[in-house]
């Protein structure tokens, strides 16, 4: 649904989905049953606000989400249910102004919230609360053939848990900063060099210790609820000409990367 007025616009977004799966298999005449039901309820509104000048935009947006799945398997007597509910908050802002020869500011800010509850037979496995804070600046300029685009953004990352009967805590603060510059040597023909620091938080998947993957009859894989966020540092360099000859270097070094083999 939306409603535009003046040069404004609010928006409403809904998106429910339902997913019920019965399978059953014989296993030397032993029927295996199982049972995987998956409910997701996104709710988004979103405010927007245009100006005359294109370059000077605001939007903010406030997103509420429920996702629910519950497996059961008759031979194993198992049942584990996952309960995730997400609230995420937020604001970003152009505008341009006068610095050197052609100027622009961003700024913004977000913040999320999830709260996971993850169970097997009704025993408690996984409880947590995670938090997120952040904010940013980035400013994007131009000098003779140079575009330059430089900014940080601060993040703040609160989890408080408990993991059966171990608690969950972990609380940091870090700064993530990124910058390009870029040389245009003549029309659609450029050299550019790129860093910025990014940080990917474990998924629930990684997270989920009821989440076993069997590798081979010695070896299995299970999800850590105790995981930390990777931290990426990126670099680039690149040439382009009129967008059908590209060399480019990427290199990237990552602290504490998470993965399922």
């Keep these: ?31 295996v049953k199982t049972k995987n039901k998956i409910l997701r309820n996104d709710f988004v509104t979103t405010f927007k606000k245009n100006y005359d000048d294109r370059q ?34 937020s604001i ?9 020869e052609k ?3 961003n700024i913004g800010g977000k913040y999320d919230k999830e709260i996971m509850n993850i169970s097997h037979n009704n025993i408690s496995s996984l409880e947590l609360d995670r938090n997120t804070f952040s904010s940013y600046i980035e400013l994007q300029s131009k000098l003779n053939k140079f575009d330059l685009i430089a900014g940080v953004r601060g993040e703040k990352y609160e989890n408080i848990g408990n993991a059966g009967q171990n608690e969950i805590l972990f609380n940091k603060f870090q700064l993530f900063p990124n910058a390009s510059i870029q040389y245009n040597i003549m029309n659609s023909v ?26 081979n009859p010695t070896l299995t894989y ?5 995981l930390e966020p990777s931290i990426y540092d990126n670099y ?8 059908y000859a590209t060399l480019s270097y990427d290199v990237s070094f990552v602290k504490n990367d998470t993965f399922y083999r």
């Design 1 to 31: 649904i939306t409603f535009n007025f003046n040069k404004s616009r609010l928006i409403f977004d809904n998106d429910l989905s339902s997913n019920n799966d019965d399978n059953f298999i014989n296993d030397k005449n032993n029927v």
């Design 56 to 89: 000077k935009k605001f939007e903010a947006k406030l997103i509420y989400s429920l996702f629910n799945n519950d497996f059961y398997q008759n031979n194993l007597l198992s049942k584990n249910s996952s309960n995730q509910k997400n609230y995420s908050f």
């Design 92 to 100: 970003d802002y152009s505008t341009p102004f006068n610095f050197l």
């Design 103 to 105: 100027s622009k500011v």
């Design 190 to 215: 450029f050299i550019s060099a790129n860093y910025n620091k990014k940080i990917k938080l474990p998924s629930i998947s990684l997270l989920n210790p009821n989440n076993t993957i069997f590798q």
């Design 222 to 226: 299970n999800g850590n609820p105790y």
């Design 236 to 243: 680039s360099l690149k040439f382009s000409a009129f967008d």
